[in-house]
Structures are given as C-alpha cells and as structure tokens.
C-alpha cells in the first residue's frame, strides 16, 4: 500500500494489514497515523475480517521518538490536533464493522498497547512483553485510554499506567490485554483456526454483534433502552436476508451461502 503500511485483501475478504517501520519498531508517526485511518477507512468498505500485525520482531513500539520531540517544540494547540489525530484513527479501528484481530509478533508499548485494545481478538507470541510506559516520559497514556481502561478494568489500569512496568505476556491475558499467547511458530496457524471459527458467521451479524456489545456496555443502566434498541436488533435481523439464509440454511442442513463464496 505505502512504504509504512503493507494492506493485502484475499478473496475470502481476510485483509492483513502490517505495520512497516521495523527499523523503528513499528513506532507512530504523524505519516503513519494518516496512512492507518485511510487503511482502516478502505477496509471498513471491502474487508470480511481484519489481521493487523507489525513487521520484524515488534507490533508497536508506540511514538516514535523523533516525531515526539517535534510535538515537544510545538504549541499546545498544535499538539492537540495532533493527539485528535491520533484518537480518531484508534476510534476508526475500534469501531470498525468487521471482525479484527491484532497479530502480535513482538513488544508493544504505549500506543501499540493501545492499537491492541482496540482490537477484538489479540493472540500474541509467548515471548511478547507490554508497557504502558508513557509516565516513565512524564506523559500518560491519554489518548488510548478510552480503549485501554475498558479492556483491562479499573483495577489493572491503576497498577500499570501508574507504575509503567512491563508485563509478559502471561499477565497481558491475565488481566485481559490480549486473548490467547501461543509459541513461536505456532502464531499463524492459531489465527488461522481463529479465522475459520469467523468466517462461519454471517458479517452482518457479526457487526450487529460489535454494535450490540457497545450499546450494552454504553446503556449498562437503563434498561428501557436497553430492552428496546435489543428487541428492535434481533427483530430487524430475523427478517433481513442474511438471518433468513442463516435459519433456512440450519433448518436445511446445509451451509449458508456465506460460506460459499
């Protein structure tokens, strides 16, 4: 796609999406964040399923130095545009359609942690470590944290945006960071099985599904809405062509028409 981005769509839909600094590991820069807001953009409108990974032995390192020290120099305005720049591209990915699944190959820091949080499915190597570094720099992790406190709860933000410490990866799944640590060389074929247990459902119930779950953890305390808008939801997709092919292929014993293709 770009120098900084790889994006590759298959003809299943599956599109991999790969962070391409890896002489910086994979660091954000004002560049990168533009290119991933475009990228997420294109495959909101063409893709089943997202992958997005890093290349070389990184996911993330998060802000790159350089560009930091650029922001360092500039106006409290500028560094708020810039920081809203930044916030829009993780809300695109966080509230994209389509199933996505963050492909960790290596460490993640600060904004990488949060690039992961904004994803639904996180699988990451054994030997990947995790930092929500930014106190360590003077700074804290603002702009991700809409993303981050939602995923790993109250309890372990306190801990971990406070202290800025690593964590293995055995933590990362403890307290709710990513899904599931595999070995090294077993990455792929994990994502590949995860793929298979995706494409088997039907993509528009899958972002009513992403759609759902905001409305219920946005709506927690009033269930008037809630009743409503989940009511009006299961309805409007028993009726709707895909909950029409998904009952009749059930009921028929054959495989929906999605999975035909």
């Given at each position: 796609m770009t120098d900084l981005l790889n994006?590759?769509?298959?003809?299943?839909?599956?599109?991999t999406l790969t962070l391409n600094r890896p002489e910086v590991h994979n660091a954000f820069n004002a560049e990168l964040i533009a290119q991933l807001t475009?990228?997420?953009d294109k495959v909101a409108e063409q893709a089943r399923i997202l992958i997005l990974t890093g290349a070389g032995h990184s996911f993330s390192a998060g802000a790159d130095l350089n560009w930091m020290r650029d922001m360092a120099d500039g106006?409290?305005?500028?560094?708020?545009?810039?920081?809203?720049?930044?916030?829009?591209?993780?809300?695109?990915?966080?509230?994209l359609p389509c199933p996505t699944i963050a492909r960790i190959n290596g460490h993640a820091f600060g904004g990488g942690v949060g690039l992961i949080a904004c994803c639904d499915i996180a699988v990451a190597l054994e030997t990947a470590s995790f930092g929500l570094t930014e106190v360590r720099l003077g700074?804290?992790?603002?702009?991700?944290?809409?993303f981050v406190v939602p995923k790993i709860g109250v309890k372990h933000a306190r801990r971990f945006m406070l202290?800025?410490?690593?964590?293995?990866?055995a933590t990362a799944v403890?307290?709710?960071?990513?899904?599931d640590r595999v070995p090294h060389g077993q990455l792929d074929?994990?994502?590949?099985?995860?793929?298979?247990?995706?494409?088997?459902?039907?993509?528009?119930?899958?972002?009513?599904?992403?759609?759902?779950?905001?409305?219920?953890?946005?709506?927690?305390?009033?269930?008037?809405?809630l009743d409503r808008q989940t009511s009006e939801m299961i309805a409007a997709l028993r009726v709707s062509r895909e909950g029409q092919e998904g009952l009749g292929a059930f009921l028929e014993k054959r495989k929906p028409a999605w999975l035909e293709k």
């Open positions: 994006l590759t769509i298959d003809k299943r839909g599956v599109a475009g990228a997420f106006s409290e305005a500028d560094n708020r545009a810039d920081a809203r720049r930044l916030a829009a591209m993780l809300r695109r990915l966080d509230q700074l804290a992790p603002a702009t991700i944290s809409p202290t800025g410490e690593r964590m293995d990866a403890r307290i709710g960071l990513i899904t074929s994990h994502i590949h099985d995860i793929l298979d247990l995706l494409l088997a459902g039907g993509p528009h119930a899958q972002a009513h599904v992403k759609e759902l779950i905001r409305l219920v953890t946005t709506h927690a305390d009033d269930s008037e809405v």
